[in-house]
């Protein structure tokens, strides 16, 4: 009984699976995808309740392609929107109740002025975390945050 080998074209296979609106395949196999093929998946994976790892198995891609299209997609958005302007908000300034200061009735003690508590700032802005402790130049400040919100 003599069998006869079947010989299968891999490239034309390939061309097949990949084919789609946006999808195209070179000489090589390798594929390349359309902006608008881009745009559509990434749209896609932003509505409620589509996973995105589902999506890149349904359409034959890696899911970290994927991934890496809707990072890009939103930086772009986000560079297109320019920077984000700070928003004011609310403060609130507590007194701290400073220990008494010494009596001048007290002999053997020196007469030094009074220390000031130690004074801190905390500001969360952009996701980091800054802080400012004791007297601080509020030019200086001012500078220092306009430095940063333009980054």
Request: glycine letters at 6%; proline letters at 5%; charged letters at 25%.
């Amino acid at each position: 009984m003599v069998s006869t080998m079947k010989m299968v074209d891999t490239k034309k296979r390939a061309a097949q699976v990949g084919t789609g609106d946006g999808v195209r395949v070179n000489k090589t196999g390798r594929r390349t995808f359309s902006l608008e093929y881009k745009l559509r998946l990434v749209k896609q994976c932003s509505e409620p309740g589509v996973s995105v790892a589902g999506l890149a198995l349904e359409h034959r891609i890696n899911a970290n392609l994927l991934r890496r299209w809707i990072v890009r997609h939103q930086r772009e958005l986000a560079e297109a929107s320019g920077p984000a302007a700070a928003t004011m908000l609310p403060v609130t300034i507590e007194s701290t109740s400073s220990p008494p200061a010494p009596s001048s009735t007290e002999s053997g003690r020196s007469k030094r002025p009074a220390r000031a508590s130690a004074a801190t700032i905390e500001i969360e802005f952009y996701g980091a975390r800054i802080h400012v402790r004791g007297a601080v130049d509020a030019e200086l400040l001012r500078r220092v945050l306009d430095v940063l919100a333009r980054r």
